[in-house]
């Protein structure tokens, strides 16, 4: 990003090229300072450094800080290092949690939400005919299945989750048109989900599938949400792929309990929450 913003110096107005220059002395600061301040330390007005994000192709200074906060922490130095038998409590906190940022930002920038778009879509419209909806994974994906149910259910969409392949493809058998399974592995390689998948598609079902772009899950689904995230001892942290697939998860219930819901969802939010306050001890 920053290579790029050097690249088109040259046909940059002046004040623009101030805002350029203020971006690649600081990268860091732009990034989390607000518009009046970036105005006034390049010498320029609002509306000018607002151009020069739109300039450089970005929706406006909010999505330009979003992008540039993601590359600024994809090289922060302690990320993809592996943990040192040396390393203080502090030293691995900072790896640990600067790597899921730094993934987190990566799927932020990367995303497709044409993907999530046809996801939702497809989630509504078997929730409003009544349809089966059901959530697969194995491990540390069974986790966010059962996760993604809970979810989907306290905003008032039924769910089902599995995560036993022979409960999978048992289940898979039993759906059918108007149907959908959301099927998640961060491989993409694991036989019982892939069969799972393969059933329900072919029972007419609707397969939405989380995992990693170019694995055979990936192929074998009809909506693919790209969660890419290799994993080794040297990336010291396996859940981060847990959490970003929970994200996705968060994003896909929300998009969905606000089609269905309407003016509904923050009432039943709030009923939800005080009928569970009420249960709890003093």
Do not use: W
Request: glycine residues 8%.
């Amino acid at each position: 990003m920053l290579d790029r913003i050097r690249a088109s110096m040259p046909s940059l107005a002046p004040a623009e090229q101030r805002v350029a220059r203020l971006v690649l002395g600081d990268p860091r600061s732009f990034a989390n300072l607000p518009v009046s301040e970036l105005a006034d330390r390049a010498h320029v007005s609002k509306p000018t450094v607002v151009r020069f994000c739109r300039s450089m192709g970005y929706d406006g200074l909010s999505d330009f800080k979003l992008k540039l906060a993601g590359s600024v922490s994809e090289g922060v130095p302690f990320i993809h290092r592996s943990v040192d038998p040396d390393d203080k409590t502090g030293d691995v906190m900072v790896k640990v949690i600067d790597n899921a940022v730094a993934a987190f930002l990566k799927y932020r920038n990367d995303a497709s939400t044409f993907a999530i778009e046809k996801a939702a879509e497809a989630l509504t419209a078997t929730h409003r005919t009544r349809g089966r909806i059901e959530f697969y994974g194995v491990g540390n994906s069974g986790v966010v299945a059962l996760d993604a149910q809970h979810k989907f259910f306290r905003l008032g969409v039924n769910t089902i989750s599995y995560s036993d392949g022979h409960m999978q493809v048992m289940s898979a058998t039993l759906l059918g048109a108007g149907d959908c399974v959301v099927v998640i592995s961060n491989s993409g390689r694991t036989r019982d989900l892939m069969d799972a998948c393969d059933i329900a598609r072919r029972n007419g079902a609707t397969a939405i599938v989380i995992t990693a772009t170019g694995s055979p899950l990936a192929a074998a689904g009809q909506i693919h949400l790209a969660a890419d995230h290799p994993e080794g001892y040297d990336r010291y942290s396996p859940m981060v792929s847990r959490l970003l697939h929970l994200m996705i998860i968060d994003v896909l219930a929300t998009t969905v309990a606000l089609r269905i819901g309407g003016g509904r969802l923050q009432p039943l939010l709030r009923e939800m929450k005080n009928n569970l306050r009420n249960k709890r001890y003093a």
